[in-house]
């Protein structure tokens, strides 16, 4: 059964760094692009951020470019999130979602699975 877990949220101040992870089992991760979109209070899901099943090719809302990193070991089965700069409008839940591919077709809005999510405040 697929199954991904998200970790690695909290409270950071404006300007202050978070590294999200997730960890993946169930599937074989080598298979599928994987994305982060979050959610936040009022506000429409975003998807923030692709990556396709090798690593090769990423791509990033304008939101966060430049900010956030995705990456992935698919030898460990994680997918990594490096926010830095983080603003207040960055708080949401954020969660990590695989693909219904091994590639990105611009930034996704359908996914086959998501995880419960981690929830990141950005407060001073």
């Known amino acids: 059964q697929l199954q991904l877990v998200e970790s690695g949220g909290g409270l950071v101040q404006p300007g202050g760094s978070l590294r999200l992870s997730c960890a993946a089992s169930g599937f074989i991760l080598n298979y599928y692009a994987m994305v982060w979109f979050r959610q936040a209070p009022g506000k429409e899901r975003e998807t923030i951020s692709c990556i396709n099943s090798s690593g090769g090719s990423i791509n990033y809302a304008d939101s966060v470019k430049g900010r956030f990193t995705i990456s992935r070991d698919n030898a460990e089965r994680m997918v990594y999130l490096q926010m830095n700069s983080l603003k207040p409008e960055d708080t949401a839940i954020y969660y990590c979602?695989?693909?219904?591919?091994?590639?990105?077709?611009?930034?996704?809005?359908?996914?086959?699975?998501w995880g419960q999510g981690t929830q990141v405040t950005v407060s001073s």
């Open positions: 979602a695989a693909g219904h591919s091994d590639y990105c077709s611009g930034l996704p809005d359908s996914f086959r699975s």
